[in-house]
């Protein structure tokens, strides 16, 4: 088991920034690909970013691209996700995962989530 807990969501408007935080325990942290996901209300839960276990790899979504950073810190057991530039439509609980494997967005390849963190964007 790898426990996570997210961290740093809340309610920004149009054109802010959040940072989300993402807590892991145990000491597999560093051999970890971890992502990023998102669902918002009536919606399937959606890629965001992943970065690899070394963090010298990251991919987007296309409708991230540009304005949201995903890094780790190893010695931490920490990732995070900057969020910049956001929108009414990033509304969502975001969730952050753990896959043993190789870098993916696929969600069905992540073994461990987080509960997650809502964020809100107003107009």
């Known amino acids: 088991q790898v426990p996570l807990v997210e961290s740093g969501g809340g309610l920004v408007q149009a054109g802010g920034s959040l940072r989300l935080s993402c807590a892991a325990s145990?000491?597999?942290?560093?051999?970890?690909?971890m992502g990023w996901f998102r669902q918002a209300p009536g919606k399937e839960r959606e890629f965001v970013a992943a970065?690899?276990?070394?963090?010298?790899?990251?991919i987007y979504a296309d409708s991230v691209k540009g304005r949201f950073i995903m890094s780790r810190e190893n010695d931490k057991n920490t990732v995070y996700l900057q969020m910049n530039s956001l929108k009414p439509e990033d509304t969502a609980v975001y969730y952050c995962?753990?896959?043993?494997?190789?870098?993916?967005?696929?969600?069905?390849?992540?073994?461990?989530w987080g509960q997650g963190t809502q964020v809100t964007v107003s107009s």
């Open positions: 995962a753990a896959d043993p494997g190789s870098i993916t967005t696929i969600s069905t390849r992540y073994e461990y």
């Open positions: 970065i690899t276990w070394s963090g010298g790899n990251t």
């Open positions: 145990g000491r597999t942290f560093m051999r970890l690909a």
